[in-house]
C-alpha cells in the first residue's frame, strides 16, 4: 500500500521559511518522480516543483528562487524548502509520486502565510 504522509506545515510570518518533508512508503522510491504541488482555496490545485527519478528538477515560476525542492532516496523522503514566502503562498501543498502511469498523493499540510 503506498503511503506519502507531508509534515512541516504550519503558519508563518511573510519573509520565512518553512520546510516540508514528505515520507513514502510502499513504493520503490527512486524510481519515481517526486512532486509538490498547492492549492489554495477556490483555485485549482498547481504545480509548485517536481524532482525527477535521475535528479532534474523544474520550479513554477512564481517559486523561482525561493523553493528548492530535494530528495533523499536512501531515506525515502522529498523535501521542500521554502524562504522568502509570501501571503500568496498560503495553501495546502501536496506530496505527489508517479511512476509510468500511475501516480499517488498525500493527504496534505497546511501552508498560512501572513503579512
Known amino acids: 500500500q503506498v503511503r506519502l504522509v507531508e509534515s512541516g506545515g504550519g503558519s508563518v510570518q511573510a519573509g520565512g521559511s518553512l520546510r516540508l518533508s514528505c515520507a513514502a512508503s510502499g513504493i520503490i522510491f527512486s524510481i519515481h518522480d517526486m512532486g509538490w504541488y498547492r492549492q489554495a482555496p477556490g483555485k485549482q490545485r498547481e504545480l509548485v516543483a517536481i524532482?525527477?527519478?535521475?535528479?532534474?528538477?523544474n520550479y513554477a515560476d512564481s517559486v523561482k528562487g525561493r523553493f528548492t525542492i530535494s530528495r533523499d532516496n536512501a531515506k525515502n523522503t522529498v523535501h521542500l524548502q521554502m524562504n522568502s514566502l509570501k501571503p500568496e503562498d498560503t495553501a495546502v501543498y501536496y506530496c505527489?509520486?508517479?511512476?509510468?502511469?500511475?501516480?499517488?498523493w498525500g493527504q496534505g499540510t497546511q501552508v498560512t502565510v501572513s503579512s
Open positions: 524532482i525527477r527519478s535521475g535528479g532534474t528538477s
Open positions: 505527489n509520486a508517479v511512476f509510468l502511469n500511475r501516480s499517488d
